[in-house]
């Protein structure tokens, strides 16, 4: 299994050898958007073609007769060398129905289907959920699945935190909370009547209803809830209390010394994310007196200083940074 920076990276050699790869993985949990990215980031045009929605003959395309013969008509979603260096991204692949699945033979081994034929500088991936995450997905033919070079994604904590904080701009809130109780940030239920259930996606869903900052009460509780699932939501709510009660930032920074630490590890997750959010040169020196007191445990400040790193990138030069990671160089590692 591979964690999502570790496939941006088998992508990256893979697109190059132009070898179709299909990406299995749990639902909501990126592969749609990291192949996206890593297409981008190649310059690759990404053709995203649902699988689910196709029949048999969208593939082969329209016949129409000149001259008395039969000529099929491609699809318009098929890449044509107009398109330059592209990825045909076959996505929710095994939601499709077994005659779609049959049809998609030969387009992937012999990248032709009837008189059409795919251009070199397009590269194939395929991506879908596992069958036993009850997301419609149907068991891949194996004579399918043999001419893909098959790849399993998982969740990974590390990877999400930087994406949330870099590209994601989760809101921080969010963040500490996964931080705080990193096992929800994929929690599929077993219970088959839930619909609401946590995942990266959803934790996205849920930092956008709160940035959205919609009455506090019932109302934003029942969207966390039905957003990320009853056990996970109401956790959730409970952090954001706490949070919401936290004291004002500037006083910390204020007295950085002898502000009180309390031993609530969810409200010291909430402080510090705060304080990473807040960074600047001018204050990153009070904020490393306050997590570097011994009241407080080295893994806030790792994690406020790492997060500080990928959120303001110059702050990393400051003499007060760079003194702070010689003295803790065996943890930032």
Same mark, same amino acid.
């Given at each position: 299994m591979l964690r999502p920076k570790e496939l941006e990276k088998t992508l990256e050699t893979v697109i190059g050898l132009n070898q179709p790869v299909y990406i299995e993985g749990g639902a909501g949990i990126g592969k749609s958007e990291i192949i996206t990215k890593v297409g981008e980031n190649l310059g690759y045009k990404v053709i995203?073609?649902?699988?689910?929605?196709?029949?048999?003959?969208?593939?082969?395309?329209?016949?129409?007769?000149?001259? =008395?013969?039969?000529?099929?008509?491609?699809?318009?979603?098929?890449?044509?060398?107009?398109? =330059?260096?592209?990825?045909?991204?076959?996505?929710?692949?095994?939601?499709?129905?077994?005659?779609?699945?049959?049809?998609?033979?030969?387009?992937?081994?012999?990248?032709?289907? /009837?008189?059409?034929?795919?251009?070199?500088?397009?590269?194939?991936?395929?991506?879908?959920?596992?069958?036993?995450?009850?997301?419609?997905?149907?068991?891949?033919n194996s004579a399918l699945a043999n001419r893909f070079i098959n790849l399993e994604l998982e969740v990974n904590e590390n990877d999400w935190y930087e994406w949330a904080i870099t590209e994601g701009k989760i809101d921080p809130n969010v963040i500490a909370f996964i931080r705080y109780r990193p096992e929800l940030l994929y929690d599929f239920p077993e219970d088959t009547r839930s619909k609401a259930w946590a995942s990266p996606r959803t934790w996205e869903f849920a930092s956008n209803i709160i940035k959205a900052n919609p009455e506090k009460g019932k109302i934003e509780e029942e969207l966390i809830k =039905? %957003?990320?699932?009853? /056990?996970? /939501?109401t956790e959730f709510?409970?952090?954001?209390?706490?949070?919401r009660e936290l004291p004002d930032i500037k006083?910390?920074?204020?007295?950085?010394?002898?502000?009180?630490? /309390?031993?609530?590890p969810a409200v010291n997750y909430a402080i510090t994310g705060a304080?990473?959010?807040?960074?600047?040169?001018?204050?990153?020196?009070? #904020? #490393?007196?306050? #997590? %570097?007191?011994?009241?407080?445990?080295?893994?806030?400040?790792?994690?406020?200083?790492?997060?500080?790193?990928?959120?303001?990138?110059?702050?990393?030069k400051t003499k007060e940074y760079i003194k702070f990671a010689q003295d803790f160089k065996d943890l930032l590692s």
């Open positions: 995203d073609v649902r699988v689910s929605l196709l029949d048999p003959v969208d593939l082969r395309g329209v016949p129409s007769v000149e001259n =008395g013969v039969t000529k099929w008509n491609p699809p318009v979603f098929l890449p044509t060398e107009a398109d =330059g260096k592209s990825i045909l991204f076959l996505d929710e692949l095994v939601h499709g129905s077994p005659s779609v699945q049959k049809a998609l033979f030969q387009l992937i081994k012999d990248r032709r289907i /009837g008189e059409y034929i795919m251009p070199k500088d397009t590269v194939i991936i395929g991506a879908g959920n596992r069958v036993s995450d009850r997301a419609g997905a149907n068991q891949m =039905g %957003t990320v699932g009853d /056990g996970a /939501g709510i409970g952090f954001m209390k706490t949070a006083e910390i920074l204020k007295k950085p010394k002898t502000y009180p630490i /309390g031993d609530n304080l990473a959010n807040r960074a600047t040169a001018n204050n990153i020196g009070d #904020i #490393i007196t306050f #997590i %570097t007191r011994e009241e407080m445990s080295q893994e806030f400040a790792v994690i406020t200083m790492r997060d500080i790193a990928m959120l303001y990138p110059q702050l990393t």
